[in-house]
């Protein structure tokens, strides 16, 4: 059923042609994060995945509710939970896909580099368990600021001596389902036919829309493109606004993380079809990381799509150019924090 919600046209023509794909159960997947706001609703649509046989649910705290309660549900996955830094490790072992969305949110009046210094260090902690346990899986990383916590990510995995970059993944899809949402309703399209890239960052003007690319390929005026494209960059902080202290987006993240955890389960399982923009180690452009479409496959990313950045509007190139020194300052953040540690 996930597949199909999840999928566009084209990833669903591909699915019907593939027959020959495991229709059993057989991925398990771990959030670390998983009693929280993002971590409730993620673990529900994950386990809502026919392509699950184990859901392991770590947290600090709470955990062990939300696994009773989420294992009552009649479909193929165990659910399994883990409490505390004694049990990490037992609930990383022989998993496939890790995702991380531990760590505070954001209140009105913050931005997301304001939680670094509580955010990095429980992202390095919680990597440093993933290296030891399960080197091998694929690691979505949700915890802000994304622009600093995959370069930590990089630098503890290289540390560890088991850093694969084609297998440590910024989940930025939230971007990318917020612009395919406000350009159709704007454009009055069907929203299954909307598809925009997003590339560079997950932060502020770092997190570039790229119009000109909207698959079906239709025209947007310039007050058209400054409006909408300031819609995504703050839709963030629209959601941090509206929830006035309580928080920042956990249910429309749930579903943006729920389908990237898809598409990596469908590559993992043989599905040779299947894109998506992360902020993953990238050689793009002159920055070590960079959001933008990839190609995944059973290895993790197969390759970085470059056409994406190849005939961009002046708007686009302008801003491309502006987010580099923002998006460098963060990267460089996170490289310098995980270094300096002991
Ligand atoms: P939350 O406070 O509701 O939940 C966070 C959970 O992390 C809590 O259950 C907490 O107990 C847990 N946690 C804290 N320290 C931990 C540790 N050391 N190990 C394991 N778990 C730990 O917050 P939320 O709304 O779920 O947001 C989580 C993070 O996701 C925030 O940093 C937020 O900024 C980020 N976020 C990212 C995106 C994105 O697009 N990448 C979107 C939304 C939110
Ligand atoms: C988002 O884009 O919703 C998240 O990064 C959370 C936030 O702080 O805005």
């Given at each position: 059923?996930?597949?199909?919600?999840?999928?566009?046209?084209?990833?669903?023509?591909?699915?019907?042609?593939?027959?020959?794909?495991?229709?059993?159960?057989?991925?398990?997947?771990a959030?670390l994060g998983?009693?929280?706001?993002?971590?409730?609703?993620?673990?529900?649509?994950?386990?809502?995945?026919?392509?699950?046989?184990?859901?392991?649910?770590y947290d600090i705290?709470?955990?062990?509710?939300?696994?009773?309660?989420?294992?009552?549900?009649?479909?193929?996955?165990?659910?399994?939970?883990?409490?505390g830094a004694?049990?990490l490790a037992?609930s990383l072992?022989?998993?496939?896909?890790v995702v991380i969305p531990a760590g505070v949110?954001?209140?009105?009046?913050?931005?997301r580099d304001?939680l670094f210094n509580i955010n990095a260090n429980i992202v390095k902690t919680l990597v440093e368990a993933v290296a030891d346990n399960c080197p091998?899986a694929?690691i979505h990383i949700i915890s802000n600021p994304v622009n600093s916590t995959v370069p930590i990510a990089a630098e503890v995995l290289k540390q560890k001596g088991v850093y694969?970059?084609?297998?440590l993944f910024g989940?930025?899809?939230?971007?990318?389902?917020?612009?395919?949402?406000?350009?159709?309703?704007?454009?009055?399209?069907?929203?299954?036919?909307?598809?925009?890239?997003?590339?560079?960052?997950?932060?502020?003007?770092?997190?570039?829309?790229?119009?000109?690319?909207?698959?079906?390929?239709?025209?947007?005026?310039?007050?058209?493109?400054?409006?909408?494209?300031?819609?995504?960059?703050?839709?963030?902080?629209?959601?941090?606004?509206?929830?006035?202290?309580?928080?920042?987006?956990?249910?429309?993240?749930?579903?943006?993380?729920?389908?990237?955890?898809?598409?990596?389960?469908?590559?993992?399982?043989?599905?040779?079809?299947?894109?998506?923009?992360?902020f993953?180690q990238?050689?793009?452009?002159?920055?070590?990381f960079?959001?933008?479409?990839?190609?995944?496959?059973?290895?993790?990313?197969?390759?970085?799509?470059?056409?994406?950045?190849?005939?961009?509007?002046?708007?686009?190139?302008?801003?491309?150019?502006?987010?580099?020194?923002?998006?460098?300052?963060s990267i460089e953040k996170g490289i310098a924090f995980a270094q300096k540690q002991p």
């Open positions: 059923a996930l597949r199909g919600s999840f999928a566009s046209k084209a990833q669903k023509s591909s699915q019907r042609s593939q027959h020959h794909l495991n229709p059993q159960a057989s991925y398990k997947v959030i998983a009693a929280g706001g993002i971590g409730q609703p993620l673990a529900l649509l994950i386990k809502m995945s026919p392509l699950v046989s184990a859901l392991h649910l705290a709470n955990v062990k509710g939300v696994a009773a309660d989420l294992s009552h549900c009649n479909t193929p996955s165990k659910v399994l939970d883990f409490t004694s049990e037992d072992k022989a998993v496939n896909v949110p954001r209140k009105p009046g913050m931005t304001d091998d694929f694969n970059p084609k297998k989940v930025t899809t939230l971007d990318v389902v917020r612009a395919n949402t406000f350009v159709a309703q704007k454009k009055n399209l069907k929203l299954i036919d909307v598809d925009v890239p997003v590339v560079g960052g997950h932060a502020g003007i770092t997190i570039l829309p790229l119009l000109s690319k909207t698959k079906p390929s239709i025209s947007f005026s310039d007050e058209e493109v400054q409006e909408l494209t300031a819609r995504i960059q703050n839709a963030g902080t629209e959601v941090v606004e509206a929830k006035a202290g309580a928080g920042s987006a956990t249910l429309s993240m749930a579903y943006g993380a729920a389908r990237f955890v898809e598409s990596s389960l469908r590559a993992l399982d043989g599905d040779g079809d299947v894109y998506e923009c992360t993953v990238s050689d793009l452009t002159e920055l070590p960079f959001a933008s479409r990839v190609k995944i496959g059973k290895n993790g990313v197969e390759a970085i799509i470059s056409s994406d950045l190849q005939g961009l509007s002046e708007y686009e190139k302008k801003a491309l150019e502006a987010l580099k020194p923002e998006l460098k300052a």
